[in-house]
């Protein structure tokens, strides 16, 4: 009977093996853990290798891995999320996020308690959004305003440079309340 190789593909941490049948999935355990398999675009890689030469700070595998977690996530990840998804160390993970968050690569997202929560700073994910907020789970979600709400929003707050001389940079708009999960849950 001839061996057959298969292909197992991690994908956002979860190993995806196809079903057929309980002993024939005869997986050989080996002490090295997978490489991330998690790509970052290039546009993104090249950008934030840009920011990142002068601070003398390379674009490891490392910081590769943890910055593509980030930036196929549709949501804010928490650290534990960052270290399941992208395979590498926990205390790796800590450091990477804090000199990316330094580096003003990644932004810390303010949550509801718990832990901190990340996501790709917006010139690099080049996706302006805003976040959802559960007082409960403590989890945060994207949603994009209409353009309608976006032109309101620029409109009165640019008027603040007028009224009070406040020069505006960018917006932050956090919408807290309880997410579908914790509201089912009663
Ligand atoms: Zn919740
Ligand atoms: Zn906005």
Do not use: W
Request: proline share 5%; aromatic share 4%.
């Amino acid at each position: 009977m001839l061996a057959e190789m298969r292909m197992i593909t991690i994908t956002m941490g979860r190993a995806l093996v196809p079903d057929r049948g309980r002993d024939s999935v005869d997986v050989v355990t080996s002490s090295r853990k997978p490489a991330p398999t998690l790509s970052l675009s290039p546009a993104t890689a090249a950008a934030v290798a840009h920011v990142l030469a002068p601070l003398e700070l390379r674009l490891t595998a490392h910081r590769r891995a943890v910055l593509a977690a980030l930036e196929i996530s549709d949501r804010p990840l928490t650290t534990d999320e960052v270290v399941h998804r992208s395979g590498v160390p926990v205390s790796t993970v800590y450091r990477n996020l804090a000199e990316l968050v330094e580096a003003g690569v990644v932004v810390r997202v303010a949550g509801a308690g718990g832990g901190d929560r990340h996501e790709l700073a917006e010139p690099f994910s080049q996706h302006h959004h805003h976040h959802l907020v559960c007082v409960q789970c403590g989890i945060v979600t994207d949603f994009d305003p209409s353009a309608q709400l976006e032109r309101l929003i620029d409109k009165e707050v640019g008027a603040l440079l007028q009224s009070t001389g406040f020069e505006v940079s960018n917006h932050v708009f956090d919408v807290r309340g309880r997410c579908y999960d914790c509201v089912s849950a009663g």
